[in-house]
């Protein structure tokens, strides 16, 4: 006799991709991630995902984007296009009619017809592809529901208790609907019903509100299994709601369990609730009529952390004892922490179906990232989080597809049954860090967790670091206060532990060291005084440079090293791009053309950041902070009026290297925030935000400033690699942010 843990050791645990493609409506507007990611015009991201080696994709054939106009005025060809080249790929496609979308204009969640007229187009569709087999009529219904019709965020845009219900009902009944339509053209297609079953924790004196919430997280699913009868717990709310009892008994008549419960689960939907409003920021405040109260993220405030995905997949096979699979792992964070979550998830599935849990599949999403789910996509102004791959490539003309991150990596080990080994592996995510604590620390009562669902560091005893090389300088100190709050292991090197003019030297610190990665953010950066100490600014940026370049390379470790606008002569009118042809005026530019050249010659897989003019909170010696002091003071400041340059703020510059770097990129990448601006205009935009006089700003042409070294009038870095970093207005706002977190 074959047991369950046997039989489910027979099916490898799969890995599935999601392209995040939310339609969703607030009020007569549209927001289309399919048009924002462009994925709806690149057909050959098809064949980036297959080559990951995932076996299922979540996809969506929308039916506000087929059918915006009506059935009869359907455009299936972006749909035939599409699921044809699937199939040729052999990716299984796990078809979406509806994601967090209200449908067409002519319906709504709350239209009564909204469930007959979805299923006329699901059995379209099934008629269209009788081949494919596994469908989610709608995604997480509860969620829509309560953003839709509870919350307000999108249309209808209700805020009471009726249109949530009314919403979720009629999803649920569109799903029972649809996948009848679809199982009269196929009988044996699967339904994979997804869902947020996000945990609330609470004070004592708002444990009745937490009760009545984890009792509704579980209504989507429990009405479609048929499990909501007049005992249920949601039963009487309902009702009160004003839902009809024949309603509510139309399920029980009408179940439709699904084949695999698909759970998204993200580490901000687990809240925590407290009537100590003052303890929270006012954001956070609102309440239920019997209470006010603060609802904040219970990984913020819960002292022993939330349950985890493994905890919460345990209570989904108990309750339903169906199949499993986790439909959508993703973090909105910097690289090491989104491998963390996926490794920690695909681990905990893995440690669950040891003990008999079904566990089908991790899904790796958002393999194009996604937009503007910082706002939940209520407004639409480009806020990226990049996934398996960054799309911030695809905006240059040389680099037309995604590009892959070290996500892709990692999803195509777990797909090949390798284990992932990347050092930042070796430390827990923020979310078991006790710097997740924002506000004071609450015993919040988890749930069981299985043993080992947790994911623990592959080498906890002896973490392979990243070697920072600078130790007095701005990037140094910037790069080891950043890894230290991303929880990168790392050793800041002073010039006495690591002399980078001396070969041997480096040769040694990396035998003894071992790490994994070696940040060079040491230098000559005087450029004026360069130029009376060529040999000495040559030797450290150019020989020093090479010499790290030879020891990495010779032990295999990654190098980060930087250079600067300055290599080139300003004769441009148009950013310079990483190919184009250097031509420095100065000494201290001749050194860094020259450490560029030599470095990619010993190491073609080293990384070389050209940046530019940096400013940033925590150094007293930058041009902003300098400029502010001044003319705070009263000072004169005098500054050029002509030289055009791209201003760099030091923390995006940081994160972004790290992610390159934790992603193996290579070769030069031009990195300074989106922006052209005279120096003189620089002073002018840092005081306007903070509120200061330039009345004492003396802006004069470059030529009559004495300086001794001379310099290009026009530096601005574009590329033709990708845009990582942020407008400057919006890295101008942030350094003042972390400037008062200072004080």
């Known amino acids: 006799m074959v047991t369950n843990v046997e039989s489910i050791a027979l099916l490898p645990l799969e890995v599935w991709g999601g392209v995040e493609c939310t339609v969703n409506r607030v009020g007569d507007n549209y927001f289309d991630q399919l048009e924002s990611n462009g994925h709806a015009m690149r057909l050959k991201d098809l064949e980036l995902f297959a080559q990951l080696g995932i076996r299922a994709i979540r996809y969506p054939v929308l039916w506000e984007r087929i059918a915006p106009d009506g059935l009869e005025n359907s455009n299936w060809s972006w749909a035939d296009e599409r699921l044809g080249k699937l199939q040729e790929l052999g990716l299984r496609p796990i078809v979406g009619l509806v994601h967090h979308g209200s449908g067409p204009r002519y319906t ?38 309560r953003f839709s019709g509870l919350y307000g965020h999108w249309y209808p845009h209700g805020r009471d208790n009726l249109t949530f219900a009314r919403a979720l009902l009629n999803q649920c009944r569109a799903v029972v609907l649809a996948m009848v339509a679809i199982r009269q053209v196929n009988p044996n297609a699967r339904l994979v019903q997804t869902d947020d079953l996000g945990k609330v924790y609470s004070t004592p004196t708002l444990a009745y509100q937490a009760q009545f919430e984890n009792d509704r997280r579980w209504l989507s699913f429990d009405l479609l299994c048929g499990r909501v009868t007049n005992t249920h717990p949601m039963w009487r709310y309902l009702r009160d709601c004003g839902i009809d009892e024949t309603e509510l008994e139309w399920f029980l008549h009408n179940p439709c369990e699904p084949d695999i419960i698909g759970i998204n689960h993200y580490l901000t939907s687990d809240r925590f609730l407290d009537e100590n409003k003052e303890l929270y920021p006012p954001s956070s405040h609102g309440g239920n009529g019997r209470h006010e109260y603060a609802d904040v993220e219970a990984v ?75 706002s939940l996509v209520t407004r639409s102004v480009g806020y990226y989080e990049s996934g398996v791959f960054d799309l911030r490539s695809c905006s240059v003309r040389s680099a037309p597809q995604p590009r892959p991150t070290a996500i892709a990596k990692m999803v195509r080990d777990l797909a090949s049954g390798r284990q992932p080994n990347h050092p930042v592996l070796d430390t827990l995510g923020w979310w078991h860090r006790p710097s997740r604590l924002l506000y004071p620390a609450v015993n919040c009562k988890s749930s069981s967790i299985p043993q080992g669902a947790r994911h623990a560091p592959l ?66 950066v005087r450029v004026d005084d360069a130029e009376r100490e060529p040999d000495i600014c040559l030797k450290v940026n150019a020989e020093g440079a090479a010499n790290l370049a030879t020891a990495c390379a010779k032990h ?33 530019g001749r050194s860094k053309a020259l450490a560029e050249n030599l470095v990619l010659k010993a190491y073609e897989s080293a990384l070389v950041i050209r940046t530019s003019a940096f400013f940033g909170p925590w150094d007293d010696y930058n ?18 009026e002509d030289a055009i340059v791209s201003p760099t703020y030091v923390p995006d510059l940081v994160h972004a290297c790290l992610d390159l770097l934790i992603d193996g990129e290579s070769g030069l990448w031009h990195l300074a925030n989106k922006s052209a601006i005279a120096w003189a205009d620089l002073a002018r935009l840092a005081a306007k935000h903070a509120g200061i006089s330039v009345s004492n700003l003396i802006a004069k042409p470059t030529q009559e400033l004495d300086l001794i070294a001379p310099r290009p009038i026009y530096s601005v870095l574009g590329s033709n690699r990708g845009e990582l970093l942020s407008d400057l207005d919006s890295a101008m706002s942030r350094y003042f942010d972390e400037c008062q977190k200072n004080l």
Request: proline share 5%.
């Open 108 to 145: 709504s969640l709350v239209d009564s017809e909204f469930p007959d007229k979805l299923a006329l187009y699901a059995r379209a569709i099934a008629l269209r592809y009788p081949w494919v087999t596994d469908y989610t009529p709608i995604n997480e219904p509860l969620t829509t529901a």
């Open 300 to 374: 913020r405030v819960c002292a022993q952390g939330t349950a985890g995905a493994g905890a919460l997949l345990l209570e989904v096979w108990e309750r339903y004892h169906l199949p499993i699979a986790v439909t959508e792992a993703h973090v909105s964070c910097t690289r090491e922490e989104q491998l963390r979550w996926l490794y920690e998830v695909w681990s905990a599935a893995l440690q669950l179906r040891e003990v008999g849990v079904d566990v089908r599949a991790v899904t790796a999403w958002a393999l194009l990232g996604s937009y503007d789910w910082n």
């Open 459 to 524: 080498h906890p005893l002896c973490p392979s670091p990243l070697a920072i090389i600078g130790a007095t300088g701005t990037l140094g100190k910037a790069l080891a206060r950043l890894c230290e709050r991303r929880g990168i292991t790392y050793r800041l090197l002073s010039r006495q532990e690591m002399d980078i003019t001396n070969p041997a030297s480096v040769d040694a610190v990396l035998e003894q060291m071992k790490p994994w990665a070696v940040a060079n953010a040491a230098g000559y």
């Open 556 to 588: 295999n470790v990654a190098l980060l090293t930087f250079s600067s606008d300055l290599v080139f002569d300003g004769i441009a009118s148009n950013p310079y791009l990483e190919d184009n042809i250097v031509a420095p005026l100065n000494v201290y």
């Open 623 to 640: 041009f902003v902070t300098i400029a502010l002091r001044q003319l705070a003071a009263g000072e004169t400041f005098v500054v050029a």
